[in-house]
């Protein structure tokens, strides 16, 4: 099991940036792929981006390639989300999850394919 804690979320204004970031523990930490996902009101859980745990294979949702930028720590087991030009669009809950793998250049992007998840935190963006 890896244990996950973000932190970083906030309110800002339209067109502002913020980093999250999500602190994996567990000895199999640094051998999981990472992913953020979103969840805005009513709406469900959506895929964000996605990072391999050897930290060179990204993946991204259409809407946030080129604003987001997923990367992970010198030790693998901190993983960011650099967020810029921020839209209201992008509120929502954040959520890291981690799935462990033996390929260092794997990465999913399903939340059905993740079983450790992180309780989330809250990224407000105003106009």
């Known amino acids: 099991q890896v244990q996950l804690v973000e932190s970083g979320g906030g309110s800002v204004q339209a067109g502002d940036s913020l980093r999250l970031s999500c602190a994996a523990s567990?000895?199999?930490?640094?051998?999981?792929?990472m992913a953020w996902f979103r969840q805005a009101p009513g709406k469900d859980r959506r895929f964000v981006a996605s990072?391999?745990?050897?930290?060179?294979?990204?993946h991204y949702e259409d809407s946030v390639k080129g604003r987001f930028t997923i990367s992970r720590g010198n030790a693998k087991n901190t993983v960011y989300l650099l967020m810029n030009s921020l839209e209201p669009d992008d509120t929502a809950v954040y959520y890291c999850?981690?799935?462990?793998?033996?390929?260092?250049?794997?990465?999913?992007?399903?939340?059905?394919?993740?079983?450790?998840w992180g309780q989330g935190t809250q990224v407000t963006v105003s106009s």
């Open positions: 567990g000895h199999t930490a640094s051998s999981a792929a």
């Open positions: 999850a981690a799935r462990l793998t033996v390929n260092s250049r794997y990465f999913y992007w399903h939340s059905y394919e993740h079983n450790n």
């Open positions: 990072i391999s745990w050897g930290g060179d294979d990204t």
